[in-house]
């Protein structure tokens, strides 16, 4: 299964790949010239192993591209730097974990937002964070914070009334349907959901589990202005600041909107999916 950091490495690897074959080089000729093993320029081209520095310079000077090796280089650190486990990051509780994301929302000025199974953060109910929040303490086994977390993130959602700011959220109709707790809770934050609607900050579009698609995205993911996207997997945080790689999230993310309803039709599937919660509550 393909993963965030596995496609950093995909389109690092597509890059490189560009570069050599400019040089008129194949993959064996390279390794060759460099001194590698013959399978070691595949490995890098199609992301399953990630180059180290001294591979760039190599590289880059069989290839005759000694010009691209510091922005190259600027990638492969940035792949480095955005892999960030989530046990050393929930080591200090779930409130330290929620607390340490406010300066990065209080900057950023345009977010933009995709959500394929639960509920965004921003848009939560506390009941609704509450739950989440015991699963990742008994799941990774950190300290029982719960009660401080849900508090700093209702702190954290403050960014939604205040400052010039726009929110655009594209969210599955899978997480209306993704059981959070018993249905009272699914009714209270899907509620919560038709309220925020119609903040003038906030545009929220619904893609319907039928419509047609026209981008396969893989994870989540959080676009902060143009200078950061954020992607949450089970074992890491990547934080992606190249760039190029935010450019492509955009334009998934532009391509996500065209499957997306808004306004009336998005309402109704919120509306069917508490109605359907009541009636499981029954």
């Not at 591979?55 to 650190?77: H, N, S, Y």
Request: proline share 4%; hydrophobic share 45%; with cysteine.
């Amino acid at each position: 299964m393909s993963t965030p950091i596995r496609e950093a490495r995909e389109t690092l690897g597509a890059r490189l790949a560009e570069i050599r074959k400019d040089a008129g080089l194949t993959g064996r000729a390279l390794a060759v010239r460099a001194g590698w093993h013959f399978t070691k320029v595949s490995k890098i081209e199609n992301g399953a192993r990630s180059p180290s520095e001294q591979d760039i310079r190599a590289w880059c000077l069989v290839c005759g591209a000694a010009g691209q090796v510091p922005d190259l280089i600027a990638t492969v650190r940035n792949i480095q730097a955005m892999y960030l486990e989530h046990r050393r990051q929930l080591s200090s509780g779930l409130k330290h974990l929620q607390e340490s994301a406010i300066p990065l929302y209080e900057r950023t000025t345009v977010f933009r937002v995709y959500e394929t199974t639960v509920i965004p953060g921003l848009l939560t109910t506390a009941e609704y964070a509450a739950t989440i929040f015991r699963f990742w303490t008994d799941f990774m086994n950190v300290p029982d914070d719960v009660n401080a977390a849900v508090a700093a993130r209702m702190e954290r959602q403050k960014v939604l009334y205040t400052g010039n700011r726009q929110f655009t959220f594209i969210l599955e109709e899978q997480t209306f349907h993704t059981r959070v707790g018993g249905p009272d809770i699914m009714i209270g934050q899907l509620d919560r959901l038709l309220a925020v609607m119609s903040l003038p900050a906030v545009s929220l579009s619904v893609i319907p589990r039928r419509a047609e698609r026209h981008s396969l995205a893989h994870a989540s993911f959080w676009i902060f202005d143009n200078s950061r996207v954020n992607v949450e997997t089970v074992s890491a945080s990547l934080a992606i600041t190249q760039p190029r790689e935010i450019v492509l999230y955009t334009r998934v993310f532009e391509r996500l909107q065209q499957s997306a309803v808004t306004g009336q039709h998005a309402r109704r599937l919120i509306s069917q999916a508490i109605a359907d919660h009541a009636a499981e509550a029954q």
